[in-house]
């Protein structure tokens, strides 16, 4: 797997840019300190750098637990001008368990937002998967709530940047899986609750038209990295509504339709 | 001349309907109207339009999401009459011609099985006396210039409220979460926006509740076979001819409208 890596090296130049925005976004996190986009002084920083900066980053990070997808939403993909997502990898240093609080301490400015997870039942690779292949290899679906924390100021940032800084992952946690069979992951309502008020409503197709095409792309984008999905690995199927920042004392639902509720406290 | 009294506005938005010609806000002139005053124009307004052979069918209630209130600067929803004349059905085309500056909105509809009025109706009461569930469409319009609305304006102005499609497939209550009702709208096959229940007020169920409270302090009920349109569960769509706009519902099934010049 790794091989696809490895021979396929980026321009001196692009490397050397690679590492210097891993370096920035490594201090950002551990000093818990926003900085400036790094596209704002390195210009040829472009999404395959970005991606390259995610590899570099995952070389460091503890074991893969699974994937994440953004920019999934057509509404945002316009207000970007882009077409296509953007995947992050999620590893076990992101896992927030259920129940446990979420110590936005430890975050630069943290935001929630609702996800369908699935979880993977088979192993799924190959550049032409469809959405279809993904729900035949899909063992179980959940609600989740992911945590964002952009390590760019004010969440500013370009397509590139943000690859670079992992899709602004930062902690999930899921809920109770249920089987996937006869539910229209399309049409299930979701419902994001901030401080015991509506923060915003979807359905499961705000992300790309439906879940499983948002992950059928991120196999196919994975593919061409020599990649893919292995069975048992959770896959953040992209926000469906805007995220909410969250504070200490904040708490955060998230319920969705026949897959059920899921709560995370902040402190 | 500035229109003061309550029959000049009615008079002014009536003519505004009858001739598709949108006419200035009423709080341009007059920024003190209260929702008091808003309310006895639709009244008078509504007088006009069933002098004219026109019937009340039920109602819309607007401004039930927060986005919504915070855009026009309350806290409370409003609403307006439904007449039997704006309802269309599934699949049905609607003309352009029909309204001055239309947009498109899903919608949760119930329609009452029994008499429900205010005071005092709690949303386990709605509950009991609701026939059933469907998906609709509002198409939302205003008689006002570029939709530059306040809150007095819209309520003088039938809440702005067009006309509806109302899907023919009556879902039972029973066992429903209808915060959780997912939603997506489409626009000739594309997404254009989704949304659940609990846009409408938290619950569309607490919209039937609130309407049947606020009805009742001017001593008016819902009635068997009213509509409750429970309001938009995203932002409204624009609508141009060609489209066809298709708002699936789960547990509920589609409605939709194509709409024509």
Redesign the interface.
């Known amino acids: 797997m790794t091989d696809a890596i490895t021979t396929r090296p980026p321009a001196t130049g692009q490397s050397g840019i690679a590492a210097q925005v891993a370096a920035r976004l490594e201090r950002a996190r551990t000093t818990c300190t926003a900085i400036p986009p790094a596209s704002d002084d390195l210009p040829g920083l472009d999404l395959a750098t970005g991606y390259e900066v995610q590899r570099l980053h995952r070389a460091q990070a503890g074991p893969l637990v699974g994937w994440k997808l953004g920019v999934t939403s057509r509404a945002k993909q316009m207000q970007v001008g882009v077409h296509e997502p953007i995947r992050g990898f999620l590893a076990t240093e992101h896992v927030l368990d259920i129940g446990e609080p979420l110590q936005t301490r430890q975050h630069i400015q943290p935001r929630c937002e609702p996800e369908i997870v699935l979880i993977m039942g088979s192993d799924l690779a190959g550049p032409h998967v469809s959405a279809s292949d993904v729900l035949a290899a899909t063992a179980a679906v959940a609600v989740g709530i992911e945590v964002l924390d952009s390590r760019y100021q004010d969440y500013r940032f370009t397509m590139p940047d943000v690859v670079a800084d992992n899709a602004s992952a930062s902690r999930f946690v899921i809920g109770t899986p249920v089987p996937v069979a006869g539910i229209d992951l399309r049409l299930v309502g979701v419902v994001l609750e901030h401080r015991g008020e509506v923060f915003g409503t979807a359905s499961g197709a705000a992300s790309l038209g439906h879940p499983a095409a948002a992950v059928a792309w991120l196999v196919r984008s994975l593919a061409l990295e020599g990649e893919g999905l292995r069975a048992g690995e959770i896959i953040l199927s992209g926000g469906l509504t805007a995220a909410v920042p969250v504070g200490p004392g904040d708490v955060v639902v998230a319920t969705i339709d026949r897959l059920g509720s899921l709560e995370l406290a902040c402190q | 001349m500035p229109i003061t009294d309550v029959p000049g506005k009615a008079r002014a938005l009536y003519d505004a309907r009858q001739d598709r010609k949108p006419i200035e806000p009423f709080t341009d002139e007059d920024a003190s109207l209260t929702m008091a005053d808003a309310y006895a124009v639709q009244a008078e307004l509504t007088r006009l339009l069933l002098a004219d052979g026109d019937r009340i069918v039920g109602y819309k209630v607007g401004l039930t999401s927060?986005p919504m209130q915070r855009m026009v600067g309350v806290d409370t929803p409003d609403y307006g009459p439904v007449l039997g004349s704006t309802v269309y059905r599934n699949g049905d085309a609607v003309s352009l011609g029909a309204f001055i500056q239309p947009k498109i909105e899903a919608e949760i509809v119930f329609v009452l099985g029994e008499r429900l009025r205010g005071p005092g109706v709690s949303v386990t009461d709605a509950h009991r006396a609701i026939a059933g569930i469907a998906a609709s469409v509002e198409i939302v319009d205003s008689r006002f210039a570029d939709w530059r609305i306040k809150l007095a304006d819209t309520i003088s102005d039938l809440a702005s409220n067009g006309a509806v499609a109302v899907s023919s497939q009556l879902v039972p209550l029973a066992g429903l979460?209808t915060?959780?009702?997912?939603?997506?709208l489409s626009r000739n096959g594309e997404?254009v926006?989704?949304?659940?229940?609990?846009?409408a007020l938290?619950d569309p169920l607490a919209v039937v509740a609130w309407l049947a409270n606020t009805l009742g302090e001017h001593g008016v009920a819902l009635e068997p076979g009213h509509l409750v349109m429970t309001g938009a569960?995203h932002a409204a769509v624009p609508m141009t001819a060609g489209d066809v706009f298709r708002a699936?519902?789960?547990r509920l099934g589609p409605v939709t409208v194509r709409v024509v010049e």
Request: negative net charge; without cysteine; hydrophobic residues 45%.
């Open positions: 927060k979460d915060r959780l009702i997912g939603m997506t997404l926006d989704t949304g659940a229940g609990a846009a938290g569960l699936d519902f789960d």
